[in-house]
Each structure stands twice: as C-alpha cells, then as structure tokens.
C-alpha cells in the first residue's frame, strides 16, 4: 500500500515513517517481556489488543475450552453470555453513549467489532452476538504481537510473571479465586446475575404482535420498528403475574442464600415480588407504543429485540430468570403473540463474583497486596458489557506504559472512563460498595451556568457533561477536539 501521490517504485515519505514505526516496535518486542493477560473476555481482549496497540508482547490466557463455565455455551472469545445489547449510543445524552465514543477514539477492538456486526436495535447498540465474537476472535488470533494459550491459570500466576492483567470476570475459576481470596485476607463480594430467553422469531404470532420502537424512536442500524411487541390486556396481565409468582424456580444451595441479585439485572420473578405492578413499570412498561389492532396503549407491554444478524433470533428484553425451564416454556407462552414460541436458548441465573476495588486495587488497578496483579472488567466491580471492556482498555495501557518506563496517564475524572475509573478505585465507599454502570452521576458536576452567564437548563446539563467529557479525552490524547458521533 502506498500513500497519496506516490510514483511507483517509490519509497514514500508515508512509507518511510510507517517502516520506522515497524522497526521500533520490532526492536521494542526483542527488548520487552510479555504482558499476561488472563481471561479471554471483552475486557481481557480488549486489554491485550490495547497492549499490542502499543508494542508491548502479550500471552492471553483463556481456559475455555479446556475448563467450561456455567454461563458459556462456545469457545469464542469475547463471548456474550447475557443479552447481546451494548445499551444506548446516545453520545450526546447518554453516560453509556458517551463511554461508546470515547471507546472509539481510543481504538477500542470490541467497539470496532460491535459497530462491524450491529443489528436493529432503536438507538442502543446492539449486535450479532456470534459475528461479533468471531470477529474479536480473529482480529486476536491474527495480531503478531499476541500468543493466544487455550488454559487455565489454577491459583496465583507464577511468580516470574512480573506484570499481570487477571479479566477473568464474574465467573472467575474456583481455583484462582481462592488464590485471590488467600492474599487479599478479604472476602470476594457477589451477586447474581440472571439470562433472558431468545426465541425464533419464526415461531411469534404476528396476528397479534407487531413491530415498534418505543415512540418510533429509530437508530444508526434501525428504522423506528426494532422491536416486536406482545400486548397484554389487563387480564393476561394479572394472570401472567400469578404463573410468575407460582412458578418453580432454580433452588439455590445453601452457601448462595445470602447472595444479592444486582438491582439492575433482577430476574422477572423477582421484580414480581416486590409489587404486581412493578413489571408494567419496568420491562413490561407500555409507554410509547401502540397495539396496531386497537389503536391504543396495551395495559402490558413484552419487547423482544433482534439478537443476531439474520433476524431470525430474539432476546425477551428484561426477562432473565430462575424459572425452571419448564415452567419457563409454559409461562412465557401465555403472553399473546408467543402461545407457539420456540426458545434458542431459555433463561438461567449465575453467580458473579468481584472484588472490593475501592479497598484492594490502587489508582492504576493494582492490587495493593501484591502490585505485579492488574484486575479488570466486572471482578473489578463495574457491570455491564461496555464497562467492563472500557475497564480492560485502561488496564492495557497502563500495563504498556509500565512496561516502556513510562508512568501510567490516568484520564480526566470528567471523562466515562476517568469517571468509572474514580468511582472504583476511591470514589466509592469500600464499606456498601456495589456493582455500578457509567452513569452521570459518577461525572463531576457541571456549571451550573454556560460561559454566557446564562443558568442552564435540566435538559442541557447531561448533553453539556457528554461534551465535556469529550473534549476533555481528545485533549488528554492530545488532540484536536472532534465532533461525537451521530
């Protein structure tokens, strides 16, 4: 490949620095020892892509196939094992919108993979949760500078491993857990976390749902009707509630009974209990939408959203559960439009597991106990997909800039990821700390007046912190500010 306006024959000038680039990073490999990153995750791919990035040597460790977990069913990497949606890509509005785009203008792996394989999904980023994995497995497996090994790492790395990056996640092996729970002195906190069923969207009734973004709200990969929509009148309601409230569900073991669910992730049964209205104001809430055949707002509302490319699968949005499956084949099928429904996959509960980062990790995500030891993505104590690989890429660069004696550069509090980053490593009480999202409440305050003077308004300060937070990261990069993403 040549640059603009090159004669043929020619070394360019683009050539020249691209070739200068190569043999520094070339020298920089035969100087360096690896980086280990073990967990092969979003947030371990992302980290060890970041490392690379950077010309620093990686050996990632991921123990699947060899050891298997409770929540994943292949051996990709960056396997999705909940809903396939990376939530709102509102860039200008949105916390999580904003953690996107900064993600993008740090050279994020999983958002390349997760733009390259979106499908409808109104204006959240959602994607093919099997081209999306291969993707991130390929661009790994074809990247030079990082050694892919299919094992497990039983206890503690070895000792010669000076500079270690555990992404092992919520479903972290027994082993290495123990191993980190006999150096901490402190107990792991955790919580469960629960899937929701996909079903064939060939095997929906569609005499009785009909496709619909709440208030045909569209996105980048959608059209205002991303979402199948099964109505229930008050009546089906009611009796929907009761077969939820009766229904079997997954007996815990006796060292899991005290175990709290994340309130943002609570099964459907569960949200029940709390209220026979508290599903009609939470993900069966009907606003927005309106059923085809009345002309009116259904009592009751369940969406499902595409969750793979071909449109042939469908996530029930808000449904994770721990019915039995039986009971959850014949529960579901009393919503109209699924009396016939054929699941892909039916909803399970896990246990999670992660670390009281506020306590044990110091400013840069090492544990304080033993500082050769990096943690990232949810062990660390965020939650959700983005989060958690958003966690993996700052671990990655600072690992790579420990490793060319550089000190690690930490992002501006004001940004996504300054604020996630605070809010784990002292920003949150140690004593009641919680899995968290990005949210804006993490981010400092904003003026509460514009540079005119003017008082702003409650509409315009979660777009004024969204751009701030960019301009801040472009600045941090060292960089002309750019525009966020439409």
């Known amino acids: 490949m040549q640059g603009p306006g090159a004669r043929p024959g020619a070394v360019t000038a683009w050539q020249l620095a691209r070739y200068r680039r190569l043999d520094k990073t070339l020298a920089m490999v035969g100087k ?38 409770d929540a994943h069913q292949g051996e990709g990497l960056a396997e999705l094992v909940c809903s ?3 939530r709102s890509d509102d860039a200008q ?25 979106r499908v409808p999904a109104g ?19 074809a990247e030079p500078l990082i050694e892919l090994r299919r094992e497990e790492i039983a206890g503690l790395p070895p000792e010669d491993w000076d500079s270690v990056i555990l992404a092992t996640g919520p479903l972290t092996s027994p082993a290495l857990a123990e191993a980190i729970h006999g150096l901490t002195g402190e107990d792991a906190l955790a919580f469960f976390d629960a899937i929701a069923p996909i079903v064939y969207k060939d095997s929906i009734d569609f005499e009785t749902a009909w496709f ?17 929509n099964c109505p229930l009148d008050e009546a089906q309601y009611e009796a929907f509630i009761d077969a939820l409230l009766a229904g079997e569900k997954t007996a815990f073991k006796d060292w899991e009974q005290s175990t709290p669910y994340f309130e943002g ?13 508290t599903l009609r104001f939470g993900p069966m809430k009907p606003v927005g ?33 721990k019915l039995k499956y039986g009971e959850q084949s014949r529960i579901f099928r009393m919503i109209p439009g699924l009396q016939e429904a054929e699941f892909a996959r039916l909803g399970g509960v896990h246990r999670n597991t992660f670390l009281n980062a506020p306590r044990l990790l110091d400013g840069t995500l090492r544990l304080k106990a033993a500082p050769r030891l990096r943690f990232a993505g949810q062990i660390t104590g965020v939650e959700g997909y983005v989060e958690s690989a958003a966690i993996g890429l700052l671990t990655g660069r600072f690992a790579a800039a420990e490793r060319r004696g550089e000190a690690p550069d930490r992002p501006p509090p004001s940004t996504a990821h300054g604020a996630l980053l605070a809010h784990l490593t002292g920003g949150a009480a140690a004593e009641t700390f919680q899995p968290m999202n990005v949210n804006f409440g993490l981010f400092p305050p904003i003026s509460p007046t514009t540079a005119g003077g003017r008082k702003r308004g409650k509409k315009e300060r979660k777009p004024a912190m969204a751009a701030r937070a960019l301009a801040d990261l472009d600045a941090w990069l060292g960089r002309a500010p750019q525009a966020a993403a439409e």
């Open 32 to 69: 360096l020892p690896p980086v280990h990153v073990v967990g092969g995750g979003l947030a371990g791919c992302e980290a060890a892509w970041q490392l690379a990035r950077a010309g620093v040597p990686v050996v990632l460790h991921e123990m699947r196939p060899t050891r298997g977990t």
């Open 289 to 321: 939408l309106t059923d085809p055949r009345s002309g009116r707002r259904p009592h009751a509302v369940v969406q499902l959203r595409q969750d793979n490319a071909l449109g042939t699968l469908y996530n029930m949005v808000g449904f994770q559960t």
């Open 212 to 228: 619909q973004s709440r208030y045909d709200k569209s996105g980048p990969a959608g059209d205002g009707a991303d979402y199948i």
């Open 84 to 86: 396939n949606s990376f």
């Open 123 to 141: 204006s959240a980023l959602a994607v093919d949760r099997v081209g999306f994995s291969d993707a991130v497995t390929a661009a790994i497996e």
């Open 93 to 117: 509005g949105n916390a999580v919108g904003v953690l996107h785009e900064e993600m993008r203008r740090l050279g994020s792996l999983i958002m390349t993979a997760g733009d390259r394989h």
């Open 265 to 277: 992730c609570l099964p459907i049964e569960v949200m029940a209990e709390r209220g026979r209205e």
